[in-house]
């Protein structure tokens, strides 16, 4: 239970903050983009929190997936511009704030697919 409740506030964070951003960038007032938002993340996780049952072995394979990618990612997009343009200060910001999440992200559905994958060959 205590993954599960884990697993959704990561979930609730990232869509909060890519539908806010998304909203912001369209020109939509900052606090109007917050809120709704906030509504939307919270409609999203609750409707995931109901249709999905999430077992100790789904929860370590999801939660695996995502540190493993997001931690390659991190470092990719961390390490990636010091070597490209070391004169450019900014560069590590790209791994912190960019790649690292989505990397994390991306790898929460990878970890997911294998979990999918090896339960579907048990089935048959």
């Keep these: 239970m205590l993954l599960k409740i884990i697993l959704y506030s990561i979930l609730f964070f990232i869509i909060k903050t890519f539908i806010s951003l998304e909203l912001s960038l369209m020109g ?30 789904k929860s370590i394979y999801i939660i695996v997936g995502g540190l493993i990618t997001g931690f390659i990612s991190f470092i990719l997009g961390f390490i990636g511009p010091i070597i490209i343009t070391p004169e450019a200060n900014q560069g590590p910001l790209l791994g912190i704030f960019i790649t690292g999440p989505l990397g994390f992200t991306l790898g929460l559905f990878i970890g997911w697919l294998f979990w999918f994958k090896k339960n579907n060959k048990k089935n048959n």
């Design 28 to 57: 939509i007032n900052e606090y109007a983009s917050y809120i709704i938002a906030i509504l939307s993340a919270l409609i999203i996780v609750f409707l995931l929190w109901k249709k999905f049952e999430f077992t100790l072995e």
